[in-house]
């Protein structure tokens, strides 16, 4: 249990959904009342009883400002993360990222099942060490 003394201070939120990438986009669409749901399209769907899902936008850039940050090729979800980790930093006046506050900071991800695609491969190639994922360090901030 936290002490009495303890302060959290949220700072910056960054949101990625299948409503657009930001907080902007994710509260107009809500607000308006517009569904982002439509056709499957990251897998066949054919043999299933569901072909509808709220996808991100097919045109969304999962590279984004931290892909160089690893040599190791990062699964979906985690690039996804990654992007609203980047919208909260450059909300909160973080971007870039001063490297002595990189002790300081905390950051909570909230993710549906963001790497459900990579699960199932994983289920697939239980043997191969790349499908199995593991972890997978951030630096502490980008040079």
Do not use: K, Q
């Not at 959904?17 to 907080?23: D, K, M």
């Not at 902007?24 to 308006?32: I, K």
């Amino acid at each position: 249990m936290a002490d009495d003394d303890t302060r959290v201070v949220i700072t910056g939120l960054g949101a990625v959904t299948c409503l657009g990438t930001g907080i902007d986009a994710l509260w107009s669409g809500l607000v308006a009342g517009r569904s982002a749901f439509g056709p499957v399209t990251l897998f066949d769907t054919a043999d299933l009883g569901c072909h509808l899902a709220g996808e991100l936008p097919a045109d969304l850039d999962l590279e984004g400002p931290f892909a160089s940050w690893s040599a190791r090729p990062r699964r979906r979800g985690d690039r996804i993360a990654l992007l609203a980790a980047a919208e909260a930093m450059a909300s909160a006046g973080l971007d870039p990222l001063p490297r002595e506050l990189a002790p300081e900071l905390g950051v909570a991800v909230l993710c549906g099942s963001g790497d459900a695609l990579e699960y199932e491969d994983t289920l697939d190639a239980p043997d191969d060490p790349d499908a199995a994922g593991g972890p997978d360090p951030l630096a502490p901030a980008a040079d």
